[in-house]
């Protein structure tokens, strides 16, 4: 009895130990395919997320380039505008400046063609810019005569001129001829022309040099 049981005991034993080994290798086998899976997702994981970060390193990279470049062709189109400012003032410096010499030689050609004894008169011969002392205007308002450039200023200014007296006295005169008369009336328009041009000739050339001095700014 006790030879049978030591021999059941010892294949009881046997049994136990095939199949603790039998559990090993199978929990093992499991084991080692769970880490394999695991690995191998951790791993593709690890290749996405390096692939994304290089990604973005180029997006980043692509968008410094681009930023410099967007900076330079900001530079370069200011550069263009400043440029580009500086030619449109040049130009319209030089038209300005071309029409007050056509309006100062058209004014000269008007007074050129006034009666010696009305430039004489008048003061317009020598210096015909028009720029008397205003002492001329309120002259010329008190007495009625033309002095100079004030009487220019004063039509040029809406202020009525009666007659040029100056150049056509009526003291001392019982009458005048209509002819005469005629004539003095087309020297006044003429006159008073003359002012509104040389009037709208000073204002340019004070807007040219208030102009000049903004540019040499």
């Known amino acids: 009895f006790a030879s049978s049981l030591v021999s059941t005991l010892q294949f009881a034993d046997e049994n136990l130990l095939q199949s603790l080994r039998h559990s090993e290798r199978r929990l093992r086998s499991s084991t080692t395919a769970n880490l394999a899976r695991c690995t191998e997702t951790l791993e593709t994981q690890v290749k996405e997320m390096w692939a994304t970060h290089e990604c973005q390193v180029l997006r ?36 300005r ?6 309006a100062w030689t ?11 004894a009305l430039l004489e008169r008048s003061r317009l011969s020598g210096s015909q810019c028009g720029r ?50 005629k004539v003095a009336t087309r020297l006044l328009r003429v006159v008073e022309a003359g002012g509104k041009q040389l009037s709208m000739l000073h204002e340019r050339e004070a807007t040219l040099e208030s102009l000049m001095q903004k540019v040499s700014l």
Do not use: H, W
């Open 132 to 181: 008397e002392d205003e002492a001329d205007v309120t002259r010329s308002s008190e007495e009625g005569l033309v002095y100079g450039g004030a009487g220019c200023r004063a039509a040029a200014k809406g202020e009525r001129v009666e007659k040029l007296r100056g150049v056509f006295p009526d003291e001392g005169e019982s009458e005048v001829e209509d002819e005469e008369q």
């Open 106 to 116: 058209k004014l000269e050609r008007d007074i050129s063609r006034l009666p010696a």
């Open 60 to 95: 980043q990279k692509e968008d410094e380039r681009r930023l410099e470049k967007v900076k330079k062709n900001m530079a370069i189109l200011e550069s263009l505008c400043v440029e580009a400012g500086r030619l449109l003032r040049e130009r319209d410096e030089s038209l």
């Open 97 to 102: 400046l071309r029409e007050l010499e056509e």
